[in-house]
């Protein structure tokens, strides 16, 4: 098949009638549904799109480059390229072969080949395959959440490591709350956004099991422990839909 020809269809990747989910993952099957997955899963995916590019253009310093980690159908960095000017290089990162290459022939369509690099990594690994020269802006939505928890620190360590004085990461994960009931209500008000959205209970609940051993959430303040004990000066939710949230992490060394 022709680069341009990859098809991305409707996500029915839970509607079949089997017993139990398998374990979630980003394989050829979801990779083909992705982009419809993200915008029926994700609360306000579009507009935090729009909020991320607009990070992203404050906060790039000229020469910089723009890594997006767990870079899927090359979506984020698409959209961030047209947010900048045509000098700035972006690179995505993914451990997906499916993803990538979506993501190489949405890139290509789009004319961004020549400044959109994208590279096969493990997060989970000894992070030696992820070169982040010259970082001034790095994104990674939806995707620490299912980094091992054990290596959440090794990467925000070496983020905050490569990126320039004034340079941020921004980062997107689903969250627990302190409080179980509280838990439950966001959840419960997230599964109506899924069904407003098309998904039956039963992809709602299949998608849940398939998630369970994959998925694992911080609560917030967890997650700004986590951003900080790794070097950020400034940590800041810039989004927030129930138990979906947007962490904005500066790197603000001069203040010291
Ligand atoms: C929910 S998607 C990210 C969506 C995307 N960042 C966006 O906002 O449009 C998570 C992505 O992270 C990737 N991923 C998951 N675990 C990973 C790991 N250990 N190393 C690298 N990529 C990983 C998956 O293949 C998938 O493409």
Redesign the pocket.
Known sequence: MERDEVPSGRDSVFSRDTARASDFE?NEEV?GV?DDM?VRS?PC?LE??RL?QQIAGRFLVEGRTVY??????G??LMNIAGALGQATRLVG????TP?LERARNNVAKAGLADRVDLR??????NLSALDLEGAGVV?????L????PL?RDRLVRKIYESLGEGGVLIC?EKILTNDSDMNRFFVDFYYDFKRRNGYSEHEILRKREALENVLVPYRADENTELFKRNGFQIVQTFFQWYNFCGFLCVKSTKEL
């Open positions: 980003f990779a992705f993200l994700v995916y935090q799109q991320i997006d980690l767990g870079c899927s159908t979506t984020t990162y993914d451990n997906s993803m096969y990594a493990d997060l989970n690994d994104t990674l939505c939806w995707t959440q299912f980094v091992r290596g997107c």
